[in-house]
């Protein structure tokens, strides 16, 4: 299916944008500083973008949503990339678009193509090449192409999966499956014209998920300390609803820290350097005009969860989103997030 029409980036310069620094001069003085009292320079950050899309392949699949999963991709590539890509860079941009399966095994399981799910304007090693590629000059692949494909074998995969749900074990995904490969924290540094410069990156993950997290075990077997578990299912929520209410605390959050609820804290270093906004979490406690039939509500059960999940997990930042209603929707909440 195809839902890109043809992009128009504006060109992007292909003169550089770094000019070397003036010297300050020191007057009243003849004496030079030596070398030890010479201050070193912090280097220029010029930050690129890692964006990493996790799709939930479990039965959520099959609930209708107002914006589907693959509108959300074709919006972050159509709408978000353009602008991201002239984002105070105008030449040598090294942004990645990618996916990354919770469960590896769903990459055999569908046969995915790896290859169309990812785009990278990291591999040109010339800036005029990254041009064509962009303008849709280039005799080989170009941006329009690779959108394209990427959004066809993301869709694709939705299909399949819907039919055949793979499961979504978000717990140790958060604690192994987030890896070296998937967040980048390579700083490359150089110098150009006297000034020192560092390239580095923002790992953005857009994860696709209800929020009901699964862990592959559930109940006393799947807890530790009483409250902590590794799992957020529907059940768990309605029994912290009737705990809640049975308490006769007023403050929700507080009864959540006296009685040590929560998710067990992945312990994955990698997660210090990755930003993730949550889309498309259910609240299963909404009928279907949208109306609550249980206060608190899943959605604001799920909310103190996973802000205690992700935080205490080291996670540098996140956002926690309902399903979203529209597409201007998507383009807003994406675009807030990355304030690009």
Not at 136 to 159: C, H, N, P, W
Not at 252 to 260: A, C, G, I, V, Y
């Amino acid at each position: 299916m195809k839902f890109i029409n043809t992009l128009t980036v504006s060109a992007i310069l292909l003169s550089g944008m770094l000019s070397a620094c003036s010297t300050d001069e020191v007057k009243g003085s003849e004496l030079e500083l030596s070398p030890k009292e010479t201050p070193t320079p912090s280097p220029a950050i010029i930050t690129h973008y890692n964006f990493i899309i996790t799709p939930d392949l479990s039965n959520r699949l099959g609930s209708h949503k107002p914006v589907s999963d693959t509108r959300i991709v074709n919006s972050l590539l159509q709408d978000i990339l353009p602008n991201v890509l002239v984002d105070k860079r105008k030449t040598n941009q090294k942004d990645t678009y990618g996916v990354s399966f919770i469960s590896k095994a769903a990459i055999n399981q569908y046969s995915a193509n790896v290859e169309d799910l990812k785009i990278d304007f990291n591999r040109f090693k010339k800036q005029v090449d990254r041009i064509d590629y962009v303008k849709g000059r280039s005799s080989g692949a170009t941006l329009s192409g690779d959108q394209q494909k990427f959004v066809s074998e993301f869709d694709r995969i939705l299909k399949v999966a819907s039919k055949a749900p793979d499961g979504a074990d978000l717990w140790t995904y958060f604690d192994q499956g987030i890896d070296n490969n998937t967040v980048n924290t390579k700083v490359d540094s150089f110098e150009y014209g006297g000034k020192h410069f560092s390239h580095s990156f923002r790992n953005i993950m857009i994860l696709l998920t209800d929020g009901y997290i699964e862990a592959g075990m559930y109940g006393k077997q799947a807890c530790v300390s009483g409250n902590q578990c590794y799992y957020l299912s529907s059940q768990r929520i309605k029994s912290f609803r009737e705990a809640y209410k049975k308490s006769g605390e007023s403050d929700m959050k507080l009864f959540f820290s006296k009685n040590n609820y929560g998710i067990i804290p992945a312990k994955n270093p990698n997660l210090k350097s990755l930003e993730i906004l949550v889309l498309q979490m259910e609240d299963r406690s909404l009928n279907q005009a949208g109306s609550a039939t249980q206060h608190p509500t899943d959605m604001e059960i799920m909310k103190l969860f996973w802000s205690d999940w992700l935080e205490k997990s080291g996670v540098k930042r996140f956002d926690l989103r309902p399903v979203l209603a529209s597409e201007d929707d998507t383009k807003k909440v994406i675009k807030e997030f990355i304030g690009a």
